[in-house]
């Protein structure tokens, strides 16, 4: 039984970024059951496709789009298509992002801090850019980043991640100053340490991580991506309607120690 027209997303049109795996995938499932239609995006093609046909299977309204967030063409490209699709863009949850390099600062690769201000940063940018033109011609809409605790906390030996994650608060911020009176929302979820692909990788290169992590969070434990989802949920939705800017830790309490 599906609940597509009913729900805190009822008939509302949600674009995803980095809907191929971990949160982004949960955000996928939570948005499409609570009644959005949903347009799936990242570059991985067939998880994409899987995770949509699933969707469907489950008679949701699903559809996808490869695109690299770093690729304003290629954004361009995803919004036109959740519109070609489902008729407009009411929702974004930009979570596309990368990076668990951990390297003292005066050691990391140029070129790691690129990828990493390239999918965070500018595929971010890329993506505000693209929704704001596509949500103004309807009226408005709503709008949630994905930060990290590394957005409003210093965590050691990842600075690039940490400055990235900063900018998209920023970007958060300014864009919802800039839109409140044009009618769109726009806020960010800073999550903890979330069981997603590219951390279960990171614990499995690095068993001593994951029990400091839990020992700095006061629930002690990792979240998993549905949690995010949900905070995420809330926020695109009409019941959030007078929170904007608001950069949300779902972070087990990590940030208030
Ligand atoms: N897990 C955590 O502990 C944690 C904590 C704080 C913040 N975050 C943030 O949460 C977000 C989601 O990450 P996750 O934890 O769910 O990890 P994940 O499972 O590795 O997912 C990352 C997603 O981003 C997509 N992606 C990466 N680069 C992209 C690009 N250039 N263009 C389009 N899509 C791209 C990936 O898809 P493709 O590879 O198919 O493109 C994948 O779907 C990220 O912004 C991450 O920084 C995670």
Redesign the pocket.
């Given at each position: 039984m599906t609940t597509q027209g009913s729900g805190l997303l009822a008939d509302k049109v949600a674009l995803i970024?980095?809907?191929?795996?971990?949160?982004?995938?949960?955000a996928a499932r939570v948005f499409a059951r609570e009644g959005a239609s949903v347009l799936l995006?990242?570059?991985?093609?067939k998880?994409?496709a899987d995770l949509a046909d699933a969707l469907q299977e489950d008679g949701y309204k699903a559809r996808y789009a490869v695109?690299?967030?770093?690729?304003s063409g290629?954004v361009a490209e995803a919004v036109r298509a959740a519109v070609e699709h489902f008729g407009r863009l009411d929702v974004a949850f930009n979570?596309?992002?990368?990076?668990?390099e951990q390297t003292p600062l005066h050691l990391m690769d140029d070129q790691v801090y690129d990828r990493i201000m390239?999918?965070?940063v500018r595929?971010v940018w890329n993506c505000l850019r693209h929704e704001i033109t596509a949500m103004l011609e309807t009226g408005g809409g709503a709008i949630v980043n994905?930060?990290?605790?590394?957005?409003l906390v210093a965590t050691p030996v990842a600075a690039p991640?940490v400055t990235?994650?900063h900018a998209?608060v920023g970007l958060t911020r300014a864009a919802a100053a800039e839109y409140a009176a044009q009618g769109i929302r726009v806020n960010a979820?800073?999550?903890?340490?979330?069981?997603?692909?590219?951390?279960?990788?990171w614990f499995r290169n690095n068993p001593a991580v994951e029990p400091t992590l839990h020992r700095l969070t006061p629930q002690s434990r990792?979240?998993e991506?549905g949690e995010?989802a949900e905070a995420a949920a809330w926020l695109c939705s009409d019941r959030a309607s007078f929170a904007t800017g608001v950069i949300l830790p779902v972070?087990g309490g990590f940030t208030i120690l």
């Amino acid at each position: 039984m599906t609940t597509q027209g009913s729900g805190l997303l009822a008939d509302k049109v949600a674009l995803i970024t980095g809907a191929s795996s971990g949160i982004g995938a949960a955000a996928a499932r939570v948005f499409a059951r609570e009644g959005a239609s949903v347009l799936l995006v990242a570059r991985r093609e067939k998880q994409l496709a899987d995770l949509a046909d699933a969707l469907q299977e489950d008679g949701y309204k699903a559809r996808y789009a490869v695109a690299d967030v770093a690729r304003s063409g290629e954004v361009a490209e995803a919004v036109r298509a959740a519109v070609e699709h489902f008729g407009r863009l009411d929702v974004a949850f930009n979570n596309a992002g990368y990076g668990v390099e951990q390297t003292p600062l005066h050691l990391m690769d140029d070129q790691v801090y690129d990828r990493i201000m390239d999918t965070n940063v500018r595929g971010v940018w890329n993506c505000l850019r693209h929704e704001i033109t596509a949500m103004l011609e309807t009226g408005g809409g709503a709008i949630v980043n994905t930060s990290s605790v590394g957005g409003l906390v210093a965590t050691p030996v990842a600075a690039p991640y940490v400055t990235s994650k900063h900018a998209v608060v920023g970007l958060t911020r300014a864009a919802a100053a800039e839109y409140a009176a044009q009618g769109i929302r726009v806020n960010a979820v800073a999550p903890g340490t979330t069981r997603s692909e590219m951390v279960t990788e990171w614990f499995r290169n690095n068993p001593a991580v994951e029990p400091t992590l839990h020992r700095l969070t006061p629930q002690s434990r990792t979240a998993e991506p549905g949690e995010i989802a949900e905070a995420a949920a809330w926020l695109c939705s009409d019941r959030a309607s007078f929170a904007t800017g608001v950069i949300l830790p779902v972070d087990g309490g990590f940030t208030i120690l």
